[in-house]
């Protein structure tokens, strides 16, 4: 009785299955459905940036032909629904909640004012300028100086656009500055940004009158979690209410939050009880999907002579625009509780005020708070080298954690508390390596050199991803009666081939030959329960969850052959299309009568923490500011890897990501509140000739202790220390002029104004 | 309205459109084919880029008016039968796409440069994928997926 050779589909380069429809043009992305009868919805947007809503006059849009209605916010109810917190949901925070629709006042232009319905998406713009909005204009807030200047503020309830504070602490960090050899003392600046994924959002939803249920097609990311907002927002059962999950163009954080649209479409299935579908313009989606990042922060470093770093104390202000989004509390916390990196540093005192201003509200973009982090973290240990006179790579490497410090723990964040510690690692190793596969010594002649017209830099940094955010994910494995098998799933797909990543996990914990394994999720009527993409979680937490459930299926399984084989349980294998004992078998097809079904749940509450260490090679054009990357290596350890084909794209893709919000993406406001990159042409993105030269190295060194695949979230790690190395390239670049890049995007004409300043000084000097 | 006749991945079709509708728009809800895609309908991202006379072409900057007569082949169109196509299997093999939104016209455009241009260099490659926007990949694996498909296309090699 041979059994088949055991399956190594986890770390194998498998080619995923989602691409034989992708390729063809057979994905179903949500506004590729359509349903029949359906109506479509366009929203009237708020043209102003702050001021009290007077008025919406409708009559001349109802009377052109083909729309059907105008949908404002004393059709939504009594009390307007607004839209809860997903994460770190404090309740000193509800004033700043989102209402669906505007009702007194606008807070930022793109805010929703009505919902138009219409036989199409056409006619439906066309009774937009139909309609007259009154606003009475308040001035604007659209930075930190007007919002502490306080002209006028957002939420007059609170008095303020200060909205709340974040404190992470740890050890002394007073004491630690008193003892300093040097203290350090910068100011630093990230710009606003965005996800900017290439779907645009959308919906269909479709209400049934007689049964009052609800279907939304174009679910993404949390569909549990967003079926209970619109389910309450609605005030129906939750399981009146089926989020559908389809092809989704990318997420990155971004996608798949609650947004107003997530119920006004729903809810205007609901009045005009007929199905609607909305897809988004890349107009829309630049004012009204969340923006990120925004910081400006005072910091201040604490260092001994010998280059040790003793202490981080310091204020950062996050403009958070007009609301707080479900997320929009995640990037400005992390900037405080993850400053420190994957560097020991015993002594913490960081907080983050998160401002209210007249811009789009903000949430999470991969690397929320991290990209920011990282940028003044790496730019501070190399303002301190210089200071000191010592060289940067040698106080990395004194000041990293040492793998004998693990488990390592960071800054504890009030309020909302929270504690976290770095798992596992060798952060020296993944240095070290990083350097000899970049060719630091040989390159090392290049730095601050001028060839051909062009000043030459390099640098080198190393970074920390946090992943695998709890509680919990469910999966249910179903031995069909065919034999085949299902996985149902609480984790959902945002692009990153978690069909396939799931299927080689099934595969190998229950021996079943790839073909023979389906796997369904991001469907709220799959499991119990699920919680979905973020924080990079699915592959730990789902495939986690699947490794519970092969468990108790098998067990199933062995059970149902040993009756039928006349054996006892123990003695039974499972080789994927049979079960087999000494001297018996059985086909899985027909074992049982009715299909095997195992539930489980994978329940955590450490996260993993994957690291890395990524250098740059620059050259500076000091005509005309423009900054070329020559070669860029990120060398990343995972713990483990479930496909190095998918990873590997993960960590350049987000490599490249980082390179445009390093030196490309900027979402530019006026002081009248109004968004000047309105579209692709205005906000810039990395294309095809910009960076050429990208490499990535994963390893699968240290497994995380802390889940049964020693997975870590891996995916966010390449775009989290971009903007701190490539700004220490150009510092080096250029260290003839001490030119200090402070600030992000290095847009050519920021780097040639940093040139001509320095200059100046210089011949003044 | 208008009639408007053109051809659609080698069949002839017969339309009434207004005569401000797009060709992509037309070609997703008018003839079903969702493939092609939009993701900024202001011919920055190329994502709803077909081909038209053989030249790779914004569909969301054309009128569906304009095509009358044209000859026009989408995402779809590239290949008649259930395999993918020794470009679609390089796309596969080399992991040139993730979320799967923008390879349709990163499809397209590839298909367009390398049947006009076998014999193409990596410069050549960036230089025309750079009208087309990934938010994903980074580039670099689909830039190896159309420098690896050029001998099916009758490249001589370098």
Known sequence: MSVRPANSFIGSPIERVEDLRFLRGRGTYVSDLNRPNQLHAVLLRSPEAHGRLRGIDCTRALALPGVHAVIKASDLGARVPHIPLRLQPLPQLEPFHQPMLAFDKVRYVGEPLAVVIADSAGIAEDALELIDVSIDPLPAITDKSSADAAAAVLFESHGSNRAMVWTATRGDADAAFASADLVLKESFRVQRHAAMFMEPRGFVAEWDVESERLTVWGAAKVAWTNRRILATAMEIPETSVEMIEVDVGGGFGSRGEFYPEDYLIPAASRIVGRPIKWTEDRREHLMCANHARDIECDVEMAVAKDGRILGLRGMAYADIGAYFRTNGSVGPRNVAQFMSGPYKIENIHLQTTQLTTNKTPSGTYRGPGRFETDFIRERMIDLAAKKLGIDGVAMRRLNLVADADMPYPLASITPYDSSTELDSGDYHHVFDLCLEKFGWNEKSALQGKLIDGRYHGLSVGSFIEGGAAGPKEDARLVLETDGSLTVYLGSSAVGQGLQTIMTQIAADAMEFPFERIRVLHGSTSHVTEGFGSYHSRSTVMGGSAILLAADKLKAMIRESAASKLGCAASEVQIDGETVVTKGASHPLAGLADKPLEAEATFFNKKYTYAYGTQAAHVSVDPGTGHVQVHDYLSVEDVGRMINPLTLHGQAIGGIVQGLGGTFLEHLIYDEHGQLLTGSLADYLMPTASDFPVIRSITLELKPSPNNPLGAKGAGEGGIIPVGGIIANAVANALSHLDVQPMELPLSPPRVWRLIRDAQEAKRSM | ?158
């Open chain 2, 1 to 158: 309205m208008m009639k408007i006749e053109f051809e659609v991945n080698g069949k002839p079709v017969s339309v009434d459109v207004d005569p401000r509708l797009s060709l992509a728009d037309c070609l997703r809800s008018e003839l079903g084919l969702t493939g092609t895609h939009l993701g900024c309908e202001h011919g920055v991202c190329g994502a709803c880029t077909v081909i038209v006379n053989g030249a790779a072409v914004r569909s969301c900057l054309m009128l569906a008016v304009q095509a009358s007569g044209d000859s026009v082949v989408t995402v779809e169109g590239l290949s008649n039968d259930e395999a993918l196509t020794p470009l679609q299997a390089s796309f596969r093999k080399h992991h040139a796409l993730q979320c799967g939104f923008c390879t349709p016209g990163m499809v397209t455009t590839a298909h367009a440069l390398l049947t006009h241009e076998p014999d193409c260099d990596e410069d050549r490659v960036r230089d025309v994928l750079s009208g087309n926007i990934c938010r994903c990949t980074g580039y670099v694996p689909i830039v190896e997926a159309v420098l690896d498909a050029r001998a099916a296309y009758g490249s001589k090699g370098e």
